[in-house]
């Protein structure tokens, strides 16, 4: 192996597109490592460039000779044989992935609003050009959840997944749990600390966690699912009475990512979920992430860790970096996204769990009966009913049995519209297993 | 692709040795689910024969008529292309493993004894030969923690792995918490409800467990540690009396394989072991498996889950089945064991850890200076010290600092020898990360 033209033929050109957080943590650490890497490859990580867009701003970095403005130039440079895409945004970064796949070049993406948008086309791009797509770092950074869900579950067959996938919204409801504050002073407290970003939206509207709704069902279910086929209902809604009114119930509220298989039928969604506190992922705090897999041999496994951050997300890319490495060296491909089994997507409004109304009503007799009966004439049974004095009214705290989403929204309406319901206060969604 | 000689290509020829829990659940599943096999191979898995022990005893099963009882000449046909061991044992799996290896046939093993003894033999005759040699089952079942270590963090570094491996004793452990009966009620209790073998030892004395944390430290640390390099300690001489006194202390004992890189040296142990009631792990309840794998990058990830029974193994054999056949099809090649490290593995005496020791003790004025001393002159310092009485004695329980395992042994002799001392009751290792 010491013969200069094997060492040249194990060497592996890698293009680095974007220079934040994720990008140099990702150079540091092929440096760092490079050893290491070396030998688990079988050949080197070359870094043949490093796209930025602006070089002025990154003079002082250690890979400032290596930088250019030109990211597509880099891709078609002939010894570039992997391209890492760590720029984020949804249409640039797709034009510089298709360009790489096209021109045979395996990709690393830890974009997961491009691949929850796009996974069709850049799946069919990659297998037209026989190279690898990966996207480990696109869901919950370092926890290895996308390789489990394509390697080591390839010969089962998962039927659910549900889990903590998005930090800040996690931080800012445990903080809320721990604390009683409000959802304003604790997403203010986010922001402080670095947990949430200056425009928040993305994260508490449930965008992000919808997008890794989407990549985590395409792969559990062996079907397409792009982010807009994800309901999805951020916690913004979410107030302190709601969470206060949880703990003395025993539970807590998070928010989930639920993808589902019912027979050949698949749904996700993002959604505020009541959990008891005693379900593992009532413990996990800060702005840590946990994924449920549960399989119909496996049964259920859970994974857990830091979902985010510079240093776990580049661990991820350089994992998938290393597997495409190999694979260039070595020949073989990683398998593909694979939606071979093309299941139909639920609509929304079939889609059955157990709901928790919180309403106000008038403390007269009759009406709790008036009530339940909007609920059995739409054939949702009840599990529990709670009533308490709230001033001149009283609060009426239903829990049902599973019933569809569409049903449910029915009778919500119904009671809305009832004179002796004085407020909805909240619907917010249960999960007990 | 409906080109006769097409589909024969694709055609991937397994041989499956042994018929017994997992064996027939690997062949139910292969049969269940081949149509998604199939589809996420790009190729059909044929199976070309099961080798038995005893034809008549499996007379009735659904592959009867692929059975014999000539395990060799199933492996050496020319249309097998993989096979799959799941036979237990040694030294007979050992021969099979390596005449498949040599004759250019990629192995599936969940056999953790034959890995954790065998593994370089098995992995240079595996790269000899180019082919896949996996073992997903060989540690805790279905939760995927080999491929993890293989590929999603081979981009990290990893320096510590701690966890559950062991589902028989963290049974016992769980019930002895929970009604504070005795290690051997628990042992029985245990027996009666399948979790536990007619004869427990290779469980209860931390072999099983031993073979699968040199099988972890070897992946971890890319460096070959065997059964023999890990320091092995069982929970057969856990006492109700322990159990008790750790819970009062707001602790419970787990059975935990550590696996930790300290600078240039590895080191494996597995003990009893106290932890903090709201460590993780302490909420592990019983036979389900958990593992902390720490990597500079990554952080702390956790996987969780089923780490036995028929269904989750074959579950993992079947990945890695699914793997080994696509790479038959496609080309390209697991990473291998790759043990380039070669790290130095820690004397035992040198591992340092924190300690619980309980002792009775003459109640006599000086009696704490003076094994405060036997400690303090070992370089050991104290963290805590809690005095009750016992009779006409005093119980003393002493917790340590970190402090290596050779210098507490010595204290421990000396304490032993001192007349004040009437007993060490029990000396039990602590982790509070």
Known sequence: MSDKSQQDHRSVGVAVLGHGTVGSEVLRLIGEYSEDLTHRIGGTLDIKGVAVSDLEKHKDSPAAHLMTTDAMSLIERDDVDIVVEVIGGIDYPRQLVLAALNAGKSVITANKALVAAHSAELDDAADRAGVDLYYEAAVAAAIPVIGPLRRSLAGDRVVAVKGIVNGTTNFILDAMDSTGASYDDMLAEATRLGYAEADPTADVEGHDAASKA??????????????DDVYCEGISKITADDINAAKKAGQTIKLLAICERNGDKVSARVHPTLIPREHPLASVSQSFNAIFVEAEAAGRLMFYGNGAGGAPTASAVLGDLVGAARNKVHGGRAPGASTYANLEIADFGEVETRYHVDMDVDDQLGVLARIADQFSGAGISLRTVRQEEKGDNARLIVVTHHAPERDLAGVVEKLKA??????????????SE
């Open 214 to 227: 989407a990549i985590l069902a395409s792969l559990a279910f062996h079907t397409r699912v792009t982010a």
């Open 418 to 431: 009832m004179d002796e319901v004085k407020s909805v206060n909240s619907v917010i969604r249960l999960e």
